[in-house]
C-alpha cells in the first residue's frame, strides 16, 4: 500500500471512528481541554507516522488507539509530575451515537453515571472500560493494543462491569428511604 492509499485509508478511518477515540479518551481524562488536546496529539502523531503503519501488523483502528493509548500515557505521566487535579465538573461532554437524539442523551447520561464509579477500578480495568465502551473496540481489537489474550480480556471486563454494578448498588441502597 503506498502513502496515498494509506492517507485515504486514514481519513476515511478518521470520518468513521473519530467519536470512538474521542470517546475512549474522555473515558480516561476529565478534562475538556486535555482531551481536545490529545485528540489533536494523536492526529498529528498518526499522520505524522502513517509511513510506519503495516496492516499486517494490525488494524488501523488499533494503531490509532495505540497512538492514542500513548499520549495519554504521556498526559498522564505529566500531570503526575505537576501533582494536578481535575474536578469533575471539567469533565467533557461525549458524543453520542445513536439513531435518534433521545439515544444519544441517554447514552451520555450513561456514559456521565460510569465516570463517576469508575476510581473504583485498577488502572488496566478502567483502561479495558474505556477501550470498549468509550472507543468501541472488539474484544479482539483490545486484545491486540493491550497485548493480552482475549480471552483475559473478557473476564477483566467481566470483573470490572461487576465491581461497576456492586458499587452501584451500594449507592442506591444508600439513597433508598429506610
Keep these: 500500500m503506498n502513502q496515498k492509499q494509506k492517507l485515504a485509508q486514514l481519513e476515511a478511518w478518521c470520518n468513521r471512528e473519530m467519536t470512538g477515540l474521542y470517546n475512549y479518551v474522555v473515558y480516561r481524562v476529565a478534562d475538556q481541554t486535555a482531551a481536545d488536546e490529545i485528540v489533536a496529539t494523536v492526529c498529528e502523531r498518526g ?83 474505556g477501550l470498549r465502551y468509550g472507543g468501541e473496540l472488539k474484544y479482539q481489537e483490545i486484545a491486540e493494543l493491550m497485548g493480552l489474550n482475549i480471552d483475559h480480556v473478557g473476564v477483566l471486563l467481566y470483573r470490572a462491569l461487576g465491581k461497576l454494578r456492586d458499587v452501584l448498588n451500594e449507592k442506591e441502597a444508600e439513597h433508598e428511604p429506610r
Design 47 to 129: 499522520l505524522k507516522r502513517l509511513h510506519q503503519y503495516d496492516r499486517r501488523r494490525g488494524s488501523l483502528t488499533a494503531w490509532m488507539f495505540g497512538i492514542a493509548r500513548n499520549a495519554l500515557n504521556d498526559h498522564f505521566r505529566i500531570r503526575v509530575r505537576q501533582g494536578t487535579e481535575i474536578s469533575l465538573e471539567a469533565l467533557p461532554a461525549i458524543q453520542g451515537r445513536g439513531d435518534t437524539p433521545e439515544e444519544q442523551i441517554i447514552q451520555v447520561e450513561r456514559f456521565e453515571q460510569v465516570v463517576l464509579l469508575l476510581d473504583h477500578l485498577t488502572e488496566t480495568e478502567r483502561e479495558i472500560v
